[in-house]
T-cell receptor, first 112, second 110 residues
Framework: DADVTQTPRNRITKTGKRIMLECSQT?????MYWYRQDPGLGLRLIYY???????NKGEISDGYSVSRQAQAKFSLSLESAIPNQTALYFC???????????FGDGTRLSIL | GQNIDQPTEMTATEGAIVQINCTYQ??????LFWYQQHAGEAPTFLSY????GLEEKGRFSSFLSRSKGYSYLLLKELQMKDSASYLC???????????FGRGTSLIVHP
């Protein structure tokens, strides 16, 4: 089984819809992250959390919100999806700042 | 803020050696990561450098010069499966989160 699991793997939806992407991990890491990846732009940080009660904005948090329901779960929501949020979304975990990040398999999101 | 620069694309021949460069301009420095990402897949960790010098791991090596704001990833004995994007990520001084460069797409041909 994967250590970092993202659901769904693919999603097509319409403009204005509310969408939730889920991430769960079995690595026991406190730190969790959400990134989006667009062609030519690399990975950009949306939100991150270092603990269940800790939520921090990243580089591109506008239009997104997150919830850290438990150490193992970190969900990303798009309250009202728009087409330029079409991207590949990755969840990641890490043990500490000097430790590598471990990525889920990604969610490919298309907003029509 | 950070400015991280990598070549967009490189090509190389199977069996050869390729060097992928990453330059950065940061306020302080707390480490540099290299990741490999095959098309449509998750990035996977390759190496971490925090001190100057060369770190070797099998066919892959990573070098860091903090004074020059420069790192490279060296891939030896290239195989077709090495065709992927290579991402450089730098952790700036005072930051807990590394910032990713845009990645270098490496194409290995026979």
């Amino acid at each position: 089984d994967a250590d970092v699991t993202q659901t769904p793997r693919n999603r097509i939806t319409k403009t204005g819809k509310r969408i939730m992407l889920e991430c769960s991990q079995t690595k026991g890491h406190d730190r969790m992250y959400w990134y989006r990846q667009d062609p030519g732009l690399g990975l950009r940080l949306i939100y991150y959390s270092f603990d269940v009660k800790d939520i921090n904005k990243g580089e591109i948090s506008d239009g997104y919100s997150v919830s850290r329901q438990a150490q193992a779960k970190f969900s990303l929501s798009l309250e009202s999806a728009i087409p330029n949020q079409t991207a590949l979304y990755f969840c990641a975990t890490s043990e500490g700042s000097n430790q590598p990040q471990h990525f889920g398999d990604g969610t490919r999101l298309s907003i029509l | 803020g950070q400015n991280i620069d990598q070549p967009t694309e490189m090509t190389a021949t199977e069996g050869a050696i390729v060097q992928i460069n990453c330059t950065y301009q940061t306020s302080g420095f707390n480490g540099l990561f290299w990741y490999q990402q095959h098309a449509g897949e998750a990035p996977t960790f390759l190496s971490y450098n925090v001190l100057d010098g060369l770190e070797e791991k099998g066919r892959f090596s990573s070098f860091l010069s903090r004074s020059k704001g420069y790192s490279y990833l060296l891939l030896k004995e290239l195989q077709m499966k090495d065709s992927a994007s290579y991402l450089c990520a730098v952790r700036e001084g005072g930051s807990y989160i590394p910032t990713f460069g845009r990645g270098t797409s490496l194409i290995v041909h026979p």
